[in-house]
């Protein structure tokens, strides 16, 4: 099974930038889609973003405008750029990999932002 790193979190002010990386094991082409989810204590874990295999990207609604993922063409890495960061977007941030049934996690990244 494909193992998933995540890197890049931190803290970050409001407004500010931040770049998530997840390195994967296995070639990403492989797999039906590649995604990035977040969670806060107490709350479920939320999509915020995917791009399956033929390269169309689906975000949720906080993330649109703000937020891009993107792959490399090598297959190996995926990327999650945030900007216009709010509190609100503090979270454990994981990476995601699903082939049919099939859902693989990183081990997630920490990302805070504030003042």
């Known amino acids: 099974q494909v193992q998933l790193v995540e890197s890049g979190g931190g803290l970050v002010q409001p407004g500010g930038s931040l770049a998530l990386s997840c390195a994967a094991s296995?070639?990403?082409?492989?797999?039906?889609?590649m995604g990035w989810y977040r969670q806060v204590p107490g709350k479920e874990r939320e999509l915020v973003a995917t791009?399956?295999?033929?390269?169309?990207?689906n975000y949720a609604d906080f993330a649109k405008g703000r937020f891009t993922i993107s792959r490399d063409g090598a297959g190996n890495m995926v990327y999650l750029q945030m900007g216009s960061l709010r509190p609100e977007d503090t979270a454990v941030y994981y990476c995601?990999?699903?082939?049919?049934?099939?859902?693989?996690w990183g081990q997630g990244t920490h990302v805070t932002v504030s003042s």
């Open positions: 995601n990999a699903r082939l049919l049934s099939r859902t693989y």
């Open positions: 296995e070639n990403i082409f492989n797999y039906n889609a």
């Open positions: 791009i399956n295999v033929g390269g169309i990207t």
